[in-house]
């Protein structure tokens, strides 16, 4: 047996009631909501009499992750004394809605976009527009694909971040075959979605085929990758099929924690808690938590705070100096968090992940 097995506790509930509590905060401090078409929300915060106009687009407005990272710039905002508007879409792929939301703030004359792309590729003639027309865009968590199709990005540097939690998986598997689920975004091959999932399996010790996509191994070791939207309720769903045709998983890799979290009611259901380590990307505050409780093995933290508070110092010190945005690849930091530690491997304990953590 591995030396960290999930343990019983209903992690999935405390998830959905913080995700629900984050979403009621954020749209209840971000000033007006209002719909902008295309599945689409939007607010505006900081100062409506400034001349700078920054727009922050981001995939959903549900996901810790991006409720952080809205929170964050509009505090920003406040501090830098610029306007600010927000949009997102419904659900992680939703494209369409962030076309919509920069076609929107190309029409409104903004200065800067902030955006982390739903579609790597097929947002950027979107962009191109808004470059056309002087506006500054940086992507913030999600490279564009090509990246200089933006001025410049903002974000965890997410192959690292696969690997450490790849790492720290293969210590816990050390004499023992290993039956690894994927639960990774989609077939689409989102930058993010391949760096994650590629790190993992080379922190694993897995030899990769085309590092620019997922699922092209043939190492027995992976019994499958399954597409969850990067959605809980998806993790799970996808995590009672990889059960079902694979009873013998004992390695998961999920994309981020709120797929972690499904993935977990679907673990538990089985009865598998004592049977399977689990690992994901993310650092939000309930994933910690569920470290410490035992019901995730580990996670890579990262920032979107960070990420979005210095696109927008970026964006705003652009504008008033006229100068071009020349620092374009900025790794906005990962930790490694874990109760299990592992020799030369370094990492912080749930304790001090709970003081860092975010959502």
């Known amino acids: 047996m591995a030396s960290h097995r999930l343990h019983r506790n209903p992690w999935s509930i405390g998830v959905t009631a913080t995700v629900m509590a984050l979403t009621l905060t954020a749209c209840g401090s971000s000033g007006s909501d209002s719909s902008a078409g295309g599945g689409s929300t939007s607010a505006t915060g900081g ?13 959903t ?3 810790p992750f991006y409720v952080r990272m809205k929170e964050d710039a509009l505090a920003e905002a406040d501090r830098l004394g610029v306007q600010l508007q927000t949009f997102s879409g419904k659900v992680n792929n939703d494209n369409d809605s962030q076309v919509t939301a920069v076609e929107n703030l190309i029409a409104a004359g903004a200065d800067g976009i902030l955006i982390t792309p739903a579609d790597s590729a097929a947002i950027v003639p979107t962009i191109d527009k808004a470059r056309a027309a ?10 564009t694909q090509p990246a200089d199709a933006v001025e410049a990005t903002y974000a965890t540097d997410n192959f690292i971040a696969g690997q450490e939690i790849g790492k720290w998986a293969a210590a816990q598997m050390e004499g023992q075959d290993a039956h690894i689920a994927l639960l990774d975004q989609d077939a689409a091959n989102t930058s993010v979605d391949v760096a994650r999932n590629q790190g993992f399996l080379d922190g694993f010790g897995i030899d990769l085929a085309d590092e620019t996509k997922n699922g092209d191994e043939d190492d027995p070791r992976i019994v499958g990758n399954y597409p969850t939207l990067s959605e809980r309720d998806e993790g799970r769903t996808q995590m009672e099929l990889a059960l079902q045709t694979n009873p013998d998983i004992n390695v998961v890799y999920a994309i981020n924690e709120v797929v972690a979290a499904g993935a977990y009611e679907a673990i538990e259901a089985a009865g598998k808690q004592d049977d399977i380590i689990m690992v994901a990307v993310d650092g939000g505050c309930p994933g910690v938590q569920a470290i410490a409780e035992g019901t995730l093995g580990a996670t890579s933290m990262q920032y979107p705070g960070k990420m979005a508070v210095q696109g927008m110092e970026a964006i705003v010190n652009a504008v008033k100096s006229g100068e071009a945005i020349t620092e374009t690849d900025v790794d906005t930091g990962v930790n490694l968090i874990t109760d299990t530690p592992v020799e030369g491997l370094e990492s912080e304990d749930s304790a001090w992940g ?6």
Not at 47 to 59: E, F, M, N, R
Not at 134 to 143: E, H, N, Q, S, Y
Request: glycine share 10%; net charge negative; with cysteine.
């Open 47 to 59: 100062s409506a009499d400034s001349d700078i106009l920054i727009g922050l687009v981001t995939k």
């Open 61 to 63: 407005d549900t996901n």
């Open 134 to 143: 002087g506006i500054i865009v940086i992507a913030l968590d999600t490279p």
């Open 354 to 359: 709970l003081e860092n953590c975010w959502g």
